[in-house]
C-alpha cells in the first residue's frame, strides 16, 4: 500500500512535467511557458528536498490563482482530489517576481510541508519556533505572521548560485512572504510596474526616467518590470 502512495505523487510529478498547463481563458502558448515552469519548479523540488534532507513523503505542487495577499500556500488537510501535501505557488506573481524570490517562496511552502511530515506544526500552519529555526537554519528568516527576509549568505542563497541562479539581496527591503498592498492593488490592472534594487513604484505610464533618490537607497535606475 505504502509503495502504491508513492506511485501516486511519482506520476503527478511526471505528468504535470509533460502536460500543458491550460489555464481557463489562457493561449496555447501560455499552458506550454507553465508547463515549463512546472518542470523547472519540479526541479527545485528535488533540489530542495534532497540537500536540505527535507524528508518530505506527500508533495503535490500546484500553479494556481490565489487570494492576491498571498505568493503561496500549503494545505494541512487533502484537497479535494485526496492528495495531500499541496504546495501551490500563486500565478497572478509567477512572472513579475525575481526568479529567485519564487524558489524563496516554493522552500518556504516546502518547509511547511516538512513540518507537516518531520515535526509539530502550529494551528492553522502558523510560523511557530520550530518552523521558525528550520527555516533560519536555511537563509529564510521568517516571522509568526509569516513574512519572510533572506540572508544575503546561506545555505538557500548558496545553493541557487551553484545552479545559476542570479540573487540579490538587499540589506534592508527585503520581499516578503505575502504580496504587499500595491501589488495586490496592481495585480491585475492597467498599472506598470518599476523597480530599482530597494523598492517598486506602480504607475500608468509606459516610459519614466526615475532614479532611487530614498536616502540609504541604491541609487540606481528604475527599469520597467514586465507582468505576465
Not at 34 to 58: C, N, S, Y
Not at 96 to 105: A, C, D, S
Request: net charge positive; hydrophobic share 35%.
Amino acid at each position: 500500500m505504502g509503495s502504491f502512495h508513492g506511485a501516486v505523487y511519482e506520476a503527478l510529478a511526471e505528468h504535470q512535467r509533460k502536460t500543458p498547463l491550460k489555464m481557463p481563458g489562457s493561449k496555447d502558448t501560455d499552458a506550454d511557458e507553465l508547463r515549463e515552469w512546472m518542470a523547472k519548479l519540479q526541479d527545485w523540488v528535488g533540489l530542495f528536498t534532497f540537500h536540505f534532507k527535507l524528508e518530505i513523503p506527500e508533495i503535490s505542487l500546484c500553479l494556481d490563482y490565489l487570494p492576491r495577499s498571498r505568493y503561496g500556500h500549503f494545505r494541512q488537510e487533502c484537497n479535494g482530489f485526496g492528495l495531500r501535501g499541496e504546495t501551490a505557488l500563486n500565478l497572478l506573481y509567477l512572472k513579475n517576481r525575481p526568479y529567485w524570490q519564487v524558489l524563496g517562496t516554493l522552500l518556504h511552502e516546502l518547509l511547511h510541508n516538512w513540518q507537516q511530515a518531520c515535526g509539530k506544526p502550529g494551528k492553522g500552519n502558523y510560523h511557530n519556533r520550530q518552523f521558525q529555526q528550520k527555516a533560519l537554519a536555511l537563509g529564510l528568516e521568517v516571522d509568526r505572521r509569516g513574512h519572510t527576509r533572506y540572508l544575503a549568505s546561506s545555505p538557500f542563497t548558496d545553493l541557487l548560485q551553484q545552479h545559476g541562479v542570479a540573487v540579490k539581496v538587499a540589506d534592508e527591503a527585503i520581499p516578503t512572504h505575502r504580496a504587499s498592498r500595491a501589488e495586490r492593488r496592481a495585480c491585475g490592472s492597467t498599472l506598470k510596474k518599476w523597480s530599482c534594487d530597494c523598492q517598486n513604484i506602480w504607475t500608468g505610464k509606459d516610459e519614466i526616467h526615475l532614479r532611487c533618490t530614498n536616502p540609504g537607497g541604491c541609487g540606481k535606475d528604475f527599469v520597467k518590470i514586465d507582468i505576465g
